[in-house]
């Protein structure tokens, strides 16, 4: 699914995908929209612009993950501003890619992002680490300690290379598990740490010392 509210740069970037062997599901110039169809098509990869006319595209991420929590979120922005990347990436984008990469760039970004992997243009990934670094170190208060939340051994060692960043596939294939497998140990430990997205799951994970 394709959404910017350029109509030429979009029906390019869906041409290029389609020529490439993507199905593109829909395309769309609004975010609001965008959610309401991701919901019904369930697509496996956005492609999401970063300036929407009616929400911004970090709004957009939240909807989406909210409609389908197993999406994949690739940004292609204009701006390449470190606020913009952390913002769109805590909001639970899994990608962010800038406007000025190149077509065989852009098809292979998708190409990864579909298989569970993070892309970024080359520098910003540096970025999102240290971000991960910081927060491991001032880690942010929970509003009500309590019991910590019981995950079964299976999803323990998922969250542990999730925190190492290793990608599902990635994942599936250490632990003789299938993608699928993977992604549903991933939604439940999600659902019970009461999170949205895999960089809250990876803080937490930094903050139980499972990275090690």
Request: zero cysteines; charged letters at 25%.
């Amino acid at each position: 699914m394709v959404v910017d509210d350029h109509p030429m740069w979009r029906e390019g970037v869906a041409r290029d995908l389609t020529e490439a062997g993507h199905l593109v599901v829909a395309t769309t110039g609004e975010g609001r929209q965008a959610v309401r169809i991701a919901g019904a098509t369930r697509p496996d990869v956005v492609v999401l612009d970063l300036q929407l006319p009616d929400i911004s595209g970090v709004e957009v991420i939240h909807g989406l993950v909210a409609a389908v929590p197993e999406v994949r979120v690739l940004m292609l922005s204009a701006s390449g501003e470190q606020q913009s990347v952390l913002d769109a990436v805590k909001a639970g984008a899994t990608g962010y890619l800038v406007k000025s990469a190149s077509p065989r760039e852009f098809l292979e970004a998708v190409t990864r992002t579909a298989a569970g992997e993070t892309v970024f243009t080359p520098g910003l990934a540096g970025l999102v680490l240290g971000e991960y670094r910081r927060l491991a170190i001032a880690p942010a208060p929970r509003d009500e300690p309590g019991d910590a939340p019981r995950l079964t051994d299976r999803e323990t060692e998922v969250l542990r290379l999730v925190a190492k960043g290793l990608s599902y596939r990635q994942i599936a294939e250490r632990l003789g598990l299938s993608h699928r497998t993977v992604q549903n140990h991933v939604q439940n430990t999600l659902g019970k740490l009461q999170m949205h997205n895999r960089v809250e799951l990876t803080r937490y994970a930094i903050e139980q010392g499972l990275d090690g």
